[in-house]
């Protein structure tokens, strides 16, 4: 009983059996989940399947058909029961930066500071603008600023009052890929600086395993895996996972034992053991980085297309019909379509799923 009542006060967020929607029907369907303080957590999926409707909910814009959410072990929102927006101290930043194109940069980061004075006021912008290093442009309108530095303004006006979690729904789809990249690095710095928890949505991959501490697969409005960057990667929990999260593509197998799978590539041997019986047709994950050039191997299948990415280069091979693959070769390694290529297979973690 005590152990459960600590588990409790340890999560920040803990959502429970969620179901919510527009009009009659849930678009988000049981959905749980729990997000320890100080952590980054993800939504990641493809469009459509409920991610922002999960935000709303959690900012108290969106009532629950059934289930619980709680905030640092209160509940916020119950069938019947959802606590107003502006009571639960849950900060958020959009697609759309949504500044206030008439108020400076520092008057809108001062905007929800409604109790502080006025020099209490000033000093706290002054410091969330050189967290998020845009002290010089305090005076500058948002139209004057780039697209990166207006989200940072909008962060740095989300976190102005102090808010106990951050939902960030698809931050920066807005911005190039470079920018993302760096800003989705300082951002979570940033977050990790201040202790700060957060949400993100986003449906980039990478965008999520270089932000978040854990992340949320979701499809139709439910979650498919809730995990830690690396598991979803080498872990997938079914076949939509594994194919959502990271490159690569399924051949067809036929088990010789719990570790040990017959394809056409050969017998592949791996780290985890399944319970199947021997002689199961199963689909085996292979990920481009499984597949290395060996000038010794008997396996030649044949490239079928060819991506030149600079440093490196994506190969598509083909062995039969059924089976073909992908794999990254360093760009100096370079075959024309047609040939004929020795590979082999060198993947440590055995993805397999029984095929149906
Ligand atoms: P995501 O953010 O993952 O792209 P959303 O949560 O926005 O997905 O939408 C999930 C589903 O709910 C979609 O089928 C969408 O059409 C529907 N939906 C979203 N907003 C509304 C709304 N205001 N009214 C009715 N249906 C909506
Ligand atoms: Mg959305």
New binding site residues.
């Given amino acids: 009983m005590m152990q459960s009542l600590n588990q409790a006060d340890d999560w920040l967020l803990e959502v429970n059996n969620m179901s919510c929607g527009y009009g009659d029907g849930s678009v988000v369907k049981d959905v749980s989940f729990a997000l320890s303080h100080g952590d980054i957590g993800c939504l990641l999926g493809p469009s459509g399947c409920g991610?922002?409707t999960i935000l709303r909910a959690l900012a108290g814009f969106l009532p629950l058909n059934t289930g619980e959410i709680s905030l640092q072990g209160t509940s916020i929102s119950l069938p019947g029961k959802t606590l107003a927006p502006e009571k639960r101290r849950i900060g958020m930043v959009f697609q759309d930066y949504a500044l206030f194109p008439h108020l400076t940069i520092a008057e809108n980061v001062g905007f929800g500071l409604r109790s502080e004075s006025r020099s209490e006021k000033k000093q706290k912008v002054a410091e969330l603008l050189e967290v998020v290093h845009l002290q010089d442009l305090a005076n500058n309108y948002p139209h004057e600023l780039s697209g990166g530095q207006q989200q940072r303004v909008a962060l740095a006006r989300a976190l102005a009052p102090e808010p106990t979690l951050i939902l960030l729904?698809?931050p920066f789809s807005n911005l190039d890929a470079d920018l993302r990249r760096r800003l989705s690095l300082d951002v979570r710095e940033i977050l990790k600086t201040l202790g700060i928890s957060a949400i993100l949505?986003t449906h980039d991959q990478q965008e999520a395993f270089a932000m978040c501490d854990q992340v949320a697969v979701l499809k139709d409005g439910g979650i498919q895996q809730w995990d830690v960057p690396y598991n979803l990667y080498h872990e997938p929990a079914n076949r939509f996972v594994a194919g959502f999260v990271g490159q690569g593509g399924f051949i067809p197998g036929k088990t010789l034992g719990p570790d040990t799978i017959e394809s056409e590539l050969g017998v592949i041997r791996g780290n985890r053991a399944y319970r199947w019986e021997t002689g199961t047709l199963v689909d085996v994950l292979i990920r481009p980085d499984d597949i290395v050039y060996d000038a010794d191997s008997d396996l030649k299948p044949k490239v079928v297309e060819k991506t030149f990415a600079g440093t490196s280069t994506l190969y598509r091979f083909r062995c039969s019909e059924d089976t073909e693959f992908e794999a990254l070769f360093r760009s100096h390694l370079d075959f024309h379509l047609g040939e004929y290529v020795p590979v082999r297979v060198e993947a440590d973690h055995l993805i397999a799923f029984e095929r149906t």
Wanted: net charge negative.
């Fill in positions: 991610k922002s729904d698809e949505v």
